[in-house]
């Protein structure tokens, strides 16, 4: 079966054409990361304009590079939500009309569930699968005893791993988005100001950033009003060793607990490289699955592959029944 996917739910947009829910024949993201940067962030209004100006050119070269014409596909599945209500449009109205005009079955589907599939890509899942969905606007653990089967065991209370990642990286000065950044500088610098890691209750699977965020920006505003200089890179490694502690050590106490076959990690921050090497070092006794870092970030292939694991379900039409749910949990 081949499903042509599309993702429109933030600032890429993408469109891949994936084979059996796995074998990726296209996958075009084009970001529109230089136009928010000047903004330090995503302005909304924006990223809609943008993804309206270059939609049509990604819908083309996605066919164009699997060497497919519209007939040959079997399903469109779009992301419906969760993201910006504007972005969402753009991405489901296109691909509304595409499926209708060429007479395709249309499914909409969750972008959370899609950044899961993304590891399905290169790698099966296996169940019972505990999912670390670290993104920009999410934070959750999340089981899953078989396709298309989400039980959240937890999530973040206040702030996004990934939001944090942004917000203390403007306060440290470097370009949006700050999580890539934040993670390379982290590498270079040694935790040495002992950042407070909230556990909460150490047997709940919720998560808090806000508390650690604030530390940091109080830590960095109180050394420049006396100042004193603080060491970018000890800030970082600092800031990542105390976000990665906590979502190392949750994520190992809930695959105890439901004793799972495989942990798989998903959405942008799973390619922080830290988070990476920490969960492969301290959690040994479980399978550990991780998307390539391309996969990780948005892209319309982990889209197409969940559109395939969702019609093995039987799927509705949903023909021009689709709107954009800019707060969709699984
Ligand atoms: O999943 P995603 O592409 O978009 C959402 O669905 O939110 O995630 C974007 C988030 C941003 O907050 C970005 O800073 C973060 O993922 N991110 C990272 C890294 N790469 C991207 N955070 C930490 N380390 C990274 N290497
Ligand atoms: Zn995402």
Redesign the pocket.
């Known amino acids: 079966m081949i499903v042509l996917g599309v993702e429109t739910?933030?600032d890429?947009t993408s469109v891949a054409i994936v084979k059996d829910g796995k074998e990726i024949l296209s996958n075009v993201v084009s970001s529109q990361i230089d136009v928010h940067k000047e903004y330090g962030g995503v302005v909304p209004e924006i990223a809609s304009r943008c993804h309206t100006e270059v939609v049509t050119c990604v819908f083309e070269k996605a066919l164009k590079d699997a060497n497919l014409k519209p007939k040959d596909i079997d399903l469109v599945a779009v992301t419906e939500g969760p993201?910006l209500i504007g972005a969402l449009l753009i991405g489901i109205s296109a691909a509304t009309a595409f499926a209708y005009a060429n007479n395709i079955p249309i499914i909409g589907v969750n972008?959370l569930a899609g950044?899961i599939y993304a590891n399905n890509l290169e790698n099966e899942l296996k169940f019972p699968c505990l999912a670390l969905v670290v993104?920009?606007?999410?934070t959750e653990l999340v089981l899953m005893e078989k396709h298309n089967s989400y039980k959240q065991l937890g999530q973040t209370l206040d702030d996004?791993?990934?939001?944090s990642?942004?917000k203390v990286?403007r306060v440290i000065g470097v370009p949006y988005?700050?999580?890539?950044v934040?993670?390379k500088l982290a590498h270079q610098g040694k935790d040495i100001y002992n950042f407070p890691r909230v556990y909460l209750d150490k047997e709940s699977f919720d998560f808090s950033f806000s508390g650690l965020k604030s530390a940091i920006i109080n830590f960095v505003h109180n050394n420049e009003q006396r100042g004193v200089e603080v060491n970018k890179e000890d800030v970082c490694a600092s800031f990542q060793e105390a976000v990665t502690d906590v979502l190392v050590y949750k994520t190992h106490m809930a695959a105890k607990k439901y004793n799972v076959k495989q942990i798989i990690i998903a959405?942008?921050?799973a390619?922080?490289?830290g988070?990476r090497e920490k969960l492969t070092k301290e959690i040994t006794e479980f399978e550990i699955c991780m998307p390539s870092i391309k996969y990780?970030?948005?892209n319309a292939a982990m889209i197409a592959s969940l559109g395939y694991f969702c019609s093995l379900d039987g799927y509705e039409n949903r023909k021009f029944s689709i709107d954009g749910i800019p707060y969709l949990d699984f």
């Not at 993104?135 to 999410?138: A, E, I, R, Y």
């Not at 996004?160 to 939001?163: I, P, Q, T």
């Not at 988005?177 to 890539?180: D, Y």
């Open positions: 739910s933030c890429e993201g972008h950044h993104s920009g606007g999410h996004a791993v990934g939001e990642y942004d990286g988005p700050g999580g890539p934040i993670d959405g942008g921050v390619a922080n490289k988070l990780c970030t948005d």
